[in-house]
């Protein structure tokens, strides 16, 4: 769960914990492996809270897709989701992404959102990576005595049951301490699951809330798993069982790095990933109390703390990313999402016909045409493939605000966030077509009202049908970089 907990004080007295599996299963069928995929929040910004992806050729270097823009939208529980874990199946035919409900931009506390807060957890499911199902709910800790929250969520297949074992951390009473602790549930779909049990917890009032655990087939270290738990330390443990006894291999005090508020290296939300082509692993280290992002440390064998090295040679990408999971790609899943979210689409304004000093621009999220912008950035928007049908069709991505696009609204227009629904995607999907007035310009054929067009009227942004040689002037516009 990436916050900053020094803020908190008194209020969560707690450490970090997060599970994940992140390496595969090495079945014949997921070979080979090519890239890296990353799941991950942004932040406690207005559209921070929702789904990001971003890409990696080698493990260190990464870019942002869908030009950082969120790519799913949770439209239930809290509306807003962080610490994304992404699972795929043993047979790569299936996946998910679990998330935490929670959404503290929407103006909850962390006081109420730990003590108060949902106790389900968010779910998509997909069959392509590409292609993602509508969120549901899971109320994972609703039969825990007293639970008060369901945070940082990761799931990772058992082959001793062919199931898969759902952890996350609940806050709650036991044995006359509330804190967090690490509760699981078995489930095979996602949607039916098992009663909630005790998986781990810390002595005293240490509390736990991000690890996460890395499956290593091949042994490296003399263990099948290794997670690495935020409760303090950076705390490095393994097993050869999921469910089975787990033997402490010691923490990163060595390196300077921490979970406290003693000095050193601060950090939070481990995440792990193995490098494509050799034995070796990354344990990438949110720098919270810094607000430097993620740094990876890596390491050829697993098996003793002090096999750690810090690397310079890597690269975030232009968004802040927070807490998340690495999904390592084979070439075939590599080729869908880049084809789906990856390249790099130009920003664009877009000039009036008849008004050729005006160009369309937002102004307190309602629509118009002005002259001399500013900021410059209101005026300014990607055309991306459209949300409703991306055949010949365009919706006007916002480049100053994020997850925003230009929709038609009682067929007037408004700058909003995509939340998720058919009517939005189709109220904010266009056709461009041959200029009405000039076929050398432009015209947008609404996707939803399709004997309507886009025009000013006023200056004001509508959705109109075109009878008139104004309208076909008003209705004309030219896209320029």
């Known amino acids: 769960m990436s916050r900053a907990w020094s ?14 599996s992140l390496t595969p299963q090495r079945a014949a069928a997921l070979e080979p492996f090519t890239g890296y995929l990353m799941a991950h929040f942004t932040g406690e910004s207005a559209n921070g809270e929702q789904i990001y992806l971003a890409h990696s050729d080698d493990g260190l270097r990464w870019t942002d897709l869908n030009n950082g823009q969120l790519v799913l939208r949770s439209t239930v529980g809290t509306r807003g989701v962080r610490d994304p874990a992404l699972v795929r199946s043993p047979a790569g035919d299936r996946y998910w992404i679990v998330a935490t409900d929670l959404r503290i931009a929407g103006g909850t506390s962390w006081g109420d959102a730990a003590n108060r807060g949902s106790t389900s957890l968010v779910v998509w499911e997909s069959r392509d ?5 509508a ?3 899971i109320n994972v800790a609703g039969g825990i005595s007293g639970a008060g929250n369901a945070w940082a969520p990761e799931a990772i297949h058992n082959p001793a049951t062919g199931d898969y074992v759902l952890y996350w951390a609940t806050n709650s009473p036991r044995n006359g301490v509330t804190k967090h602790r690490i509760w699981y549930v078995r489930t095979s779909d996602f949607r039916t699951f098992t009663a909630p049990q005790l998986y781990i917890e810390r002595g005293g009032g240490q509390g736990l809330i991000d690890t996460q655990i890395i499956d290593v087939p091949t042994g490296v270290g003399g263990y099948r798993y290794y997670r690495a738990s935020a409760d303090g330390h950076i705390t490095i443990e393994a097993a050869n069982a999921i469910l089975g006894s787990w033997t402490t291999l010691g923490n990163l005090s060595h390196m300077g790095i921490s979970n406290g508020t003693g000095g050193g290296n601060v950090v939070e939300g481990p995440m792990w990933a193995r490098f494509n082509d050799r034995d070796e692993w990354a344990l990438w280290l949110d720098q919270f109390a810094t607000g ?7 390491s050829a064998n697993l098996g003793s703390t002090q096999n750690f090295r810090t690397r310079s040679d890597y690269g975030m990408g232009a968004s802040r990313k927070r807490h998340g999971s690495i999904l390592n790609l084979t070439a075939a899943e590599e080729g869908r999402v ?14 009036s016909y008849n008004f050729q000093d005006r160009y369309v621009r937002h102004v307190n999220l309602d629509v118009r045409i002005d002259a001399n912008v500013s900021p410059a950035q209101d005026a300014q928007f990607r055309l991306v493939p459209g949300l409703a049908s991306a055949s010949g069709h365009v919706s006007f991505a916002s480049v100053n605000f994020p997850g925003y696009y ?13 939340d998720g629904t058919a009517t939005f995607a189709g109220d904010a999907t266009f056709r461009q077509v041959a ?3 000039g076929s050398s310009w432009t015209s947008f054929q609404s996707y939803s009202h399709p004997d309507r067009h886009i025009r000013h009227s006023g200056y004001l942004l509508r959705l109109d049908p075109i009878t008139d040689t104004q309208g076909r002037a008003d209705a004309t516009f030219r896209v320029t970089s």
């Open 435 to 437: 200029g009405l007035a």
């Open 406 to 418: 230009l929709r038609h609204y009682g067929f007037d227009f408004v700058l909003a966030p995509d």
């Open 129 to 133: 990576l590409v292609t993602w199902s």
């Open 338 to 351: 880049l084809g789906r979210w990856g390249g790099t689409v130009p920003v664009n304004r877009i000039q």
């Open 135 to 137: 969120p549901w709910l």
């Open 7 to 20: 803020r908190m004080g008194a209020v969560l007295a707690t450490a970090c914990l997060l599970f994940t």
């Open 292 to 298: 430097r992002g993620y740094m990876p440390i890596t």
